[in-house]
């Protein structure tokens, strides 16, 4: 009787949200697993059942979105490496400063609270307009690139854009763990005569380790969704050179054929890749937890 | 003794030095430009504008329906958040604090749905909305935004709810309060600092957020800052970057002030966020 009460106001409590929940997620959720398994379009009113047959014509048979991936796992390489690399470094050495450090830490989080889309276009500025300009007028003559019609020079553009808006968050993380590490640990080593390099690679970076782990899933995370970044800069262009999974998955619904059922099948692909990503982090980070 | 800078300091200060610089570069280049005529961005991009004028941004405010599209912004921001903050803290809750089969599976199926990418539920999320009649709505667009936000908002009440001993509910209970009264009266203000996290974390999200509005609104009535931008973008298309850039720094502009005020409890906040989540 008891459990049952308890059962009752559990309910009371979770339905408003669990209502939402369940009409916005669960439904469109459960819906895209079930359309990839049919040929729907909006150009018909009737669909059938034809099994698995969106993801074979993805993965075998659709040039366009086999680029997308594999244009989608060089970006997230890149962003993997300097995207840590770097909000590493601007950690370490910002949480070295004393007087100027709030004021470091303010500055190159700013970025992070402005959307890619208002910082795609004051980038395209700089990349169509600013650079080759000073190109044209100093002694930098290799900034004059097409930084959003060539090829390679857009996806260098799009990584700069990215790195603009995304290393600031990685910082703060990196310097919460910093201040995690005990004082006593840093000055005792100190003391036994170990240089700043030596404390870093013997102490800081073993205990900041977790929080690297940390943020390489973030990033892997964040950097397989990646779509406003490339909307507003390169819009996947030139050609389909940079056209990133989402965004193909986005054109292929809204903007080409809408042939919604194959574009699910595309959408469940991203769910499969982001969901392993995530399998691995929690078994990576059990085993550490084992370890430790 | 004599004080001596070492070198390596030097260095440090030069590469945090150059990183500000890269920071604030776009942001500054768009400043400087949105106070000059097209032709003059043409002729000395770098210079200061020789003749300020606010024109660009007359123009970029009436272009963009400035007010209108901050007020959208701002209506949708809060009926997301108001909801993602009640339902959430209330299920977050009453999920800590009841064991039992039931009560983790709800937990679980919130938790698992955090990993379910925007874009793989996008299609047919479009569908839906239009058939709950959602669909073009502002207030509608804000509910949508509960429905995806309250996942990682009942997991970080729920965390939290674990941290706060259960004393002072059982006291409540001897003396008769009930449920409801027990979360309003007892429970709700201890939760202020994860709801100041939550607020934090949707807030950003919601007003930042640029795929789902535009999938939604269609009206350009009920366009958000970032559509209205985007809008006005796609127009100039790359030609009239006087009003472009007065237009993106109107737009960033409640973010920055947002920013400057509050940077300490939206660092902190980031930073709980991303550790728990």
């Not at chain 1, 995207?83 to 700013?110: H, S």
């Not at chain 2, 237009?247 to 660092?267: D, R, T």
Request: hydrophobic residues 55%.
């Amino acid at each position: 009787m008891k459990r049952l009460r308890e059962n009752t106001i559990l309910l009371t409590f979770v339905l408003p949200a669990f209502l939402f929940y369940f009409l916005f997620v669960l439904v469109s959720a459960s819906g895209g697993l079930y359309y990839s398994l049919t040929n729907w379009n909006l150009l018909n009113r009737s669909y059938d059942m034809v099994g698995l047959a969106n993801y074979v014509e993805a993965l075998t048979d659709d040039p366009v979105f086999i680029q997308s991936l594999l244009f989608t796992l060089k970006y997230v390489g890149a962003m993997v490496v300097l995207q840590n690399g770097l909000a590493l470094l601007l950690a370490v050495l910002v949480e070295g400063r004393k007087k100027d450090k709030p004021f470091f830490r303010t500055l190159f989080f700013m970025p992070n609270m402005l959307s890619l889309i208002i910082g795609g276009f004051m980038w395209m500025f700089i990349f169509t307009r600013v650079l080759p300009y000073v190109a044209e007028h100093t002694a930098l003559k290799f900034l004059d690139q097409s930084w959003i019609g060539d090829p390679i020079f857009s996806f260098y553009s799009i990584l700069i854009l990215s790195l603009w808006g995304g290393v600031g968050y990685l910082m703060i993380i990196y310097i919460a763990a910093i201040q995690g590490i005990p004082a006593a640990l840093l000055e005792s080593a100190a003391i036994d005569g170990a240089g700043p390099f030596q404390v870093f690679r013997h102490i800081s970076f073993p205990m900041i380790l977790p929080a690297v782990t940390i943020g390489v899933f973030l990033t892997l995370n964040s950097s397989f969704k990646v779509f406003d970044a490339v909307y507003a800069l390169t819009g996947g262009g030139p050609g389909r050179a940079t056209q990133v999974v989402a965004l193909n998955i986005f054109e292929e619904a809204f903007h080409m054929n809408n042939r919604y059922g194959y574009a699910s099948a595309k959408a469940m692909i991203l769910f499969l890749i982001v969901f392993l990503i995530t399998m691995v982090q929690l078994w990576v980070m059990k085993r550490r937890e084992l370890e430790a | 003794m004599k004080k001596r800078i070492p070198l390596s300091s030097v260095l440090v200060l030069i590469i945090l030095a150059a990183y500000g610089i890269f920071t604030l570069f776009p942001i500054l280049m768009g400043l400087l430009n949105s106070f000059k005529t097209d032709g003059e961005i043409l002729t000395s991009i770098l210079s200061f504008p020789a003749r300020p004028s606010w024109g660009n941004y007359i123009r970029a405010f009436d272009k963009t329906s400035y007010l209108a599209s901050l007020f959208n912004t701002i209506l949708i921001a809060a009926v997301g958040l108001s909801g993602i903050i009640l339902f959430g803290s209330l299920a977050g809750y009453k999920l800590s604090r009841t064991p039992g089969k039931l009560s983790a599976l709800f937990f679980s199926l919130f938790v698992f749905s955090m990993l379910i990418p925007f874009h793989s539920i996008m299609i047919t999320l479009t569908r839906v909305s239009l058939k709950l009649h959602v669909q073009g709505s502002r207030i509608g667009l804000g509910l949508i935004y509960i429905g995806l936000g309250v996942p990682m908002a009942v997991f970080l009440f729920h965390g939290f709810v674990k941290s706060i001993p259960r004393e002072l509910e059982e006291a409540a209970v001897i003396d008769g309060c009930g449920d409801y009264r027990i979360f309003f009266r007892i429970v709700l203000p201890l939760l202020k600092p994860i709801i100041a996290t939550v607020a934090i974390l949707n807030t950003l999200w919601i007003w930042n957020d640029f795929l789902l509005p535009l999938l939604m609104l269609t009206d350009s009535d009920t366009y958000t800052l970032l559509l209205s931008t985007n809008m006005l973008f796609g127009e100039y298309n790359n030609n009239d970057w006087s009003a472009i850039l007065a237009a993106l720094i109107l737009a960033m502009l409640p973010v920055v002030v947002l920013y400057l005020l509050m940077q300490k409890y939206i660092i902190n906040g980031i930073s709980d966020g991303a550790l728990k989540g």
